[in-house]
Nanobody
Framework: QVQLVESGGGLVQPGGSLRLSCAVS????????MGWYRQAPGKQRELVAYITSGGSTNYAASVKGRFTISRINAKNTLYLQMNSLKPDDTAVYSC??????????????WGQGTQVTVSS
């Protein structure tokens, strides 16, 4: 069984920073692409940032230049450094990973999400 657990969310003032982490555990053979998504109240879930197993990244236009996605493959951990946060960044942030399990099978797995609230 595979688990993704996010941490690092919270309340921050506009202009502040937060760093999210997503730890992947379980019967993992390999992890391909990983991404951070967010969903604000009343809105559809959107892709925030994505990183391949080789380290190539892409970002939503709304966060480019402010957010940085990274991963440590040896630790099966994904990060999202969020700087210059705005109230519009308020959402539940979830990580997603494309995982091949040791017993075979490849599928996308989701974490439970962590709340990020940007407010003064």
């Amino acid at each position: 069984q595979v688990q993704l657990v996010e941490s690092g969310g919270g309340l921050v003032q506009p202009g502040g920073s937060l760093r999210l982490s997503c730890a992947v555990s379980g019967s993992i053979f390999s992890i391909y692409g990983m991404g951070w998504y967010r969903q604000a109240p009343g809105k559809q879930r959107e892709l925030v940032a994505y990183i391949t197993s080789g380290g190539s990244t892409n970002y939503a236009a709304s966060v480019k230049g402010r957010f940085t996605i990274s991963r440590i493959n040896a630790k099966n951990t994904l990060y999202l450094q969020m700087n210059s946060l705005k109230p519009d960044d308020t959402a539940v942030y979830s990580c997603n990973a494309d995982i091949v399990e040791r017993l075979g099978g490849r599928m996308y797995h989701w974490g439970q999400g962590t709340q990020v609230t940007v407010s003064s």
